[in-house]
């Protein structure tokens, strides 16, 4: 347990979280929205610091990252804890902790992570399967060490990290795979718990200080699958962020608090990746359904197929240099 960064203590004993855009305000012997920072007599925690929950090495492709060093493999890390409440949270065992229950994980530097992803033989280290944001000063430490070694940095989240932290671990973050889980504010209070217009400044905030960005969005049938709400999302990415933005657009499957719904047809994918192309987006890709063909990256200037993927798994990687073999054309990514 460490003292927590960005807060500001206030009256009585309060503190004021800075982190995340909920901004809680909290009580002494209280803890925050994520129910990982407690208020200890007027001083704010982590308590998730170096308590590591999960840790393995994956394909970078199940981030999903499919323009940061195709087939290569990533060492995901993970504690305890989030700041949303998303009733498909696939995660929940480990994301949904109570407010006041002991955090648990097992004690590791980030020394020792770093030098498990070397010894791994990864190329990067992706912050992952809860929300990184949470155990900030733990990512942080660590991803300043793994820059230092060579090794990748990479944020899988929701997007609500506040200006400031994010700007500071900038530096070393060297891409993002982000959220967008619908396109209205009623589906992110009513789903997420959470404001879409908070989201949708974030993600403008990372595409500004140059980090590599990747869009997923779990298409849910009748929550957030309609034409108007893709085309939506589509039109956000291709204005603010740019076409050549890869966006992920996944089957959701029944789980936690939305088990009333069924799986997402591919049809329904299809369809994604119809208005994305129409709206100008180069590349958008079907996750969650492998051997459809939505998973492979094509060249947007000649159609030439660059990648092959099924599911994790790369079949064929024809990059030279970062450029297409049959026409020369640069490819949006971080190839090196």
Not at 30 to 57: D, M
Request: with cysteine; net charge neutral.
């Amino acid at each position: 347990m460490i003292e927590a960064l960005f807060y500001e203590k206030a009256a009585d004993r309060q503190v004021c979280c800075k982190l995340c855009r909920f901004q809680c305000t909290i009580k002494a012997g209280r803890r925050g929205h994520c129910n990982v920072r407690e208020n200890r007599g007027g001083t704010l925690y982590s308590l998730v610091y170096g308590k590591v929950i999960a840790e393995h090495v994956d394909p970078i492709e199940k981030k999903p990252l499919f323009h940061l060093l195709p087939g290569s493999r990533t060492f995901s890390v993970a504690t305890e804890g989030c700041n949303f409440r998303c009733r498909h949270c696939q995660n929940y065992s480990i994301a949904q902790v109570g407010s006041d229950t002991p955090v648990h994980g097992t004690q590791r530097t980030p020394a020792e992570i770093v030098q498990s992803a070397l010894e791994s033989g990864c190329r990067s280290i992706a912050y992952t399967y809860t929300e990184p944001t949470i155990f900030y000063e733990f990512a942080f430490d660590t991803a300043r060490l793994a820059s230092e070694a060579g090794l990748h940095n990479i944020f899988v989240t929701n997007g609500y990290i506040s200006q400031e932290p994010l700007a500071k671990i900038a530096p070393y973050l060297a891409a993002a795979n982000i959220d967008l889980k619908g396109f209205s504010e009623t589906f992110y209070r009513d789903i997420v718990g959470a404001k879409l217009s908070e989201v949708l400044a974030s993600i403008v905030a990372y595409k500004q200080l140059g980090i590599w960005l990747e869009i997923t969005t779990l298409i849910i049938p009748e929550l957030n699958d309609s034409d108007a709400e893709l085309r939506g999302i589509a039109d956000f990415i291709a204005s603010n962020l740019g076409t050549d933005t890869p966006w992920h657009v996944s089957q959701f499957y029944p789980t936690y608090r939305l088990t009333d719904r069924q799986r997402t047809p591919a049809a329904t994918l299809r369809r994604a990746r119809d208005i994305g192309t129409a709206a100008g987006l180069h590349f958008v890709y079907e996750g969650n359904i492998p051997g459809e063909g939505g998973e492979n990256t094509a060249c947007p200037d000649c159609g030439e197929i660059i990648v092959k993927r099924n599911g994790f798994r790369v079949s064929s990687n024809r990059l030279q240099d970062g450029c297409c073999p049959a026409c020369g054309a640069k490819i949006a990514g971080i190839w090196a």
